[in-house]
């Protein structure tokens, strides 16, 4: 436990609060071994970049998860809530259809035509995960809700807040968060390759993806300009997926 | 077992015609079309919106969309905006190397994954499949993109074993320039798959018709093979028409790194000089067969569990 939560905290306290920190970072040679980690193949120092490249890696993967809980999370309750057929149809139909679309191609052409910006890149990321998203928190409320606790509650005539928030919408923070682990690995995993492979920031933003695909030529000339922010990326995945295994395991037992 | 094939075949007609409507739509939302792309530097916008009047683009979108529709079901997927040639070609001239990196990739990936998540799910717990779970957690965790180039300095510019990039000729020529590029993209995917296969056979084995086959002295082998594997395959044959998705993903890195000519590339160039006709052929037959991988995947699915049910 303790090794996953580290793997987790170190590269985003870096990302959270590396661009507050002071940092003089003189511009040098390309690949030179100046510095606490060197340079890049610009001649920028590495460690100033690390400081400031996690906000846009980190913080696109999460903003994207947050919106497609919030959109997939409200249209997975609402169609597991209803008591309309015709509603619950009308939200899922529609998401089956989308579940097919490869994620990598709809991401390259909204980040492409939208010049690229981070926003469109997170929105991009948070829809295509919104019909899973729904999916999982549908079938998680669907399941709370045919249980015989539901049944006990409507008996005592408990109210519909009481019943569907508080058991329903409880009892769904269990799988949404074994789940939330995969997902950001997944969302970190298509920040980082739509911008290694250059459809995203541009290539001399200071981004950890980037900077990976940036320097790839120079790994044997100056290993750290590539490897520190490679390692970041790969501690925080892997933490996380560590972090998501353990809850899984959790929540079977309890089950 | 027939209704069942025929109403998912039905929804996969739906869900085409809603995804050549996308396609459409998404593509043509692309801000800044070829016309301008190409040539604003050089011509008048008079010139400008002459040429969009003979590239087409001038239309309704409506009009254009009946118009391409009507075309793509003759199998005419449009003359490429860039190079003036059919966009079929494009797609033919690109979809061998992909094809060849997945098919050579899933060829190591389906038998591995299967051997290790039963290997795994058969002594659930034990120190096997610890050690296992943990490698494939691990190996999970690395971005393609990492994996690549980590690969790539090792084995080619290092030690100078295995070709970097890809110069020419033919994928299948030359399997030396397969081993890095399959490398990369079997890592993830063997992981993600022998996971689903595990959980799918730790389910089977706890399920009370095993024990009750078990209790009556089948042997175990027999039991494994004939019982346990098929349920255990659902969660796996499912997985792997999602790691299509992933493989797609890894391709296109993979395409991109070892400059290997193929679809991904093919997109991506389209996409980046607005060749919006090829860019609609290509995600067309990519999203025609994402969806033929998911329903021969269903298929697959309730043929060996007929349970499984299409209407929730």
Redesign the interface.
Known sequence: MGVSVVLVVAPLLLAVLGPLVPYDARPGLPYSPEGSLGTDGLGRDVFGLLLVGGRTALGMAFGAVVLAYVVGGLIGLVAASTRHRWLDEGLMRPLDVLLPLPSLLVISVVAVGWQASAVAITVAVAMVNVPTVARLVRAAALDAASGPVVEALRMQRESWFTIQVGYIGRSVLGPVAADLGTRITLAVFLVASVNFLGLGLSPTAPDWAVSVSRNREGLLLQPWSVLAPAILLVSFTLGFNLLADRLVHRSLVVA | MRSYAVQRAL?AV??LA??SV?VFV??S???GDAAELRFTETLTPDQVARLRGELGLDQPAPERFVHWLGNVLRGDLGTSLISGGPVVDIVRNSIGATLVLTVATLAVVVPLAVALGIVMGTRENGRIDRVITSIT??L???????IA??L??IFS??LGWLPATWVGGNLLASPALLVLPVAVLFGRTVCLLSRQVRAGTINALHAEYVVQARRLGIPRRQLLLRHVLPNAAVPGVQELART??TL??GV??VE??FAIPGFATA??DG??TRDITA?QGL?LV??VA??L??LAADLVCNRLVPRTALL?
């Open positions: 929804l739906v869900q809603v995804l996308l998404l593509t939302l692309l801000p957690l691990a999970s965790a690395i971005p393609d993109f990492v180039v980590v790539v300095a510019l290092r299509g998705d797609l993903g296109l890195v991109a790194i997109l991506v996409v980046e860019v995600t990519l999203a994402a969806l991988i998911n929730r």
